[in-house]
């Protein structure tokens, strides 16, 4: 990490940065639900402050995120360390069973749940 950044400069680069690119992202592909993409410097820090998460990867690897759109809104986001040659492009598919590795148990459960309060508890 090049710069050491405060709190509310953080969630700012986070909120401004990799979460509106998600946003758009979803909202021009609303048949989608998972997406793969590069980390951004600001998420990986905040995933280091936050979750206690160590940001050391063998060389040759980057970070990626995983995200999962719950509902319109509610995303869940996963950092997931791979190497660089990772398509940028990928599909739903591939997305989704990134997710399925990477996500812990309680994380899956946390999903589940918030899709069915968002479908007004039929899922």
């Not at 639900?33 to 690897?61: H, Q, T, Y």
Request: net charge positive; glycine share 6%.
């Amino acid at each position: 990490m090049s710069e050491i950044l405060l709190g509310d400069e953080l969630t700012r680069q986070v909120d401004e940065g990799s979460s509106a690119s998600d946003r758009i992202f979803f909202r021009l592909h609303p048949r989608r639900s998972f997406r793969l993409r590069p980390a951004w410097v600001c998420e990986i820090e905040a995933f280091v402050r936050k979750a206690g998460m160590n940001p050391e990867l063998p060389n040759d690897w980057c970070w990626w995120i995983v995200v999962h759109q719950l509902a319109p809104g509610a995303r869940m986001r996963i950092p997931v360390g791979a190497p660089h040659q990772l398509p940028v492009e990928t599909s739903e598919a591939d997305a989704h069973r990134v997710f399925q590795r990477a996500a812990a148990p309680k994380w899956k459960k946390l999903a589940r749940e918030i899709r069915r309060d968002a479908e007004g508890g039929n899922a």
